[in-house]
């Protein structure tokens, strides 16, 4: 085996740990969210050309050279990577590219809604609970009702009794990028 494909393999390799480890992720893409896309596969003079940094614009859309507009928003990094992939064969542009999709760290986000001191979106990091992304928002206002808290995940509503996790730690719930929390405030 020569050093050019021992290299070529490495890479493969190197892909399929990252789409792994992305649909391990479960990052759902939104709106305003950056993506690094690289490609493989092809001759080095067109890797440069897609290999990028790319902004999802407001219609959830990202704009690659040679395909265009590709929607983005609500896919998760695996099916975007395939999308992309199928779309650069399906349209002879390329006949066997490897597109490779990461999002930076700073993008990932869940939010913090309602009756909290401070709603707004916190930096997700993997070890984040339902409890430490209402503490980075300042925790529960004066007029909260912690009982009825609502983590929303791909469009699922549970209702959770925080007062309940703060008795037993071990029942606080691990959050996942693109979760929103809503804190309702009490009725007295």
Do not use: W
């Not at 040679?66 to 998760?76: M, Q, R, Y």
């Not at 395939?82 to 490897?98: D, F, H, L, R, V």
């Amino acid at each position: 085996m020569n050093i050019k494909r021992c290299l070529q393999l490495l890479c493969l390799l190197a892909g399929a740990s990252l789409a792994t480890a992305a649909a391990q992720n479960g990052a759902v893409l939104r709106t305003g969210d950056a993506v690094d896309i690289r490609l493989g596969g092809v001759p080095p003079d067109e890797i440069s050309a897609v290999s990028s940094s790319y902004l999802i614009d407001d219609e959830g859309n990202i704009n690659l050279p040679h395909i265009g507009k590709i929607h983005a928003a609500g896919l998760d990094q695996g099916r975007l990577q395939a999308i992309i992939e199928g779309t650069y064969k399906s349209q002879q542009i390329y006949t066997n590219p490897t597109i490779t999709i990461n999002i930076p760290k700073t993008t990932l986000f869940v939010n913090v809604d309602g009756a909290v001191r401070s709603r707004q979106r916190v930096q997700y990091t993997s070890d984040m609970t339902l409890l430490s992304a209402i503490n980075a928002a300042g925790g529960f206002n004066d007029f909260a009702n912690p009982r009825k808290t609502q983590l929303i995940r791909d469009g699922k509503s549970q209702i959770i009794d925080v007062r309940a996790i703060r008795q037993k730690p071990e029942l606080d719930i691990p959050v996942k990028p693109g979760d929103q929390i809503y804190v309702p405030e009490s009725f007295f």
